[in-house]
């Protein structure tokens, strides 16, 4: 029998969202996702023609398949 921490901790791990399925993703879940590093995304994101970012206040966001897109469209990181 399951106690009521164990079912909340077990609850909390089935709302998780793999990387690969979700719409948006932190500067942090994109550098895992890319490989590339969080600094050179952060660089990238305070461009003002990035076609992949998304402001949520004062968060950033990146869109994962507008990112994809991008990084199959270019050969270089700028």
């Not at 106690?3 to 994109?30: G, Q």
């Not at 996702?33 to 305070?46: D, E, H, I, P």
């Not at 990146?62 to 991008?70: A, D, Q």
Request: contains cysteine; aromatic residues 8%; proline residues 3%.
């Amino acid at each position: 029998m399951m106690n009521n921490e164990s079912y909340e901790r077990n609850a909390e791990m089935e709302k998780e969202v793999p990387i690969w399925e979700k719409y948006l993703l932190t500067i942090e879940e994109a550098a895992l996702y890319t490989n590339v590093g969080q600094n050179r995304l952060a660089a990238m994101l305070r461009k003002p023609s990035c076609s992949f970012v998304l402001y949520c206040g004062r968060k950033k966001l990146v869109k994962r398949k507008e990112l994809e897109k991008f990084l199959d469209e270019n050969i270089k990181l700028d």
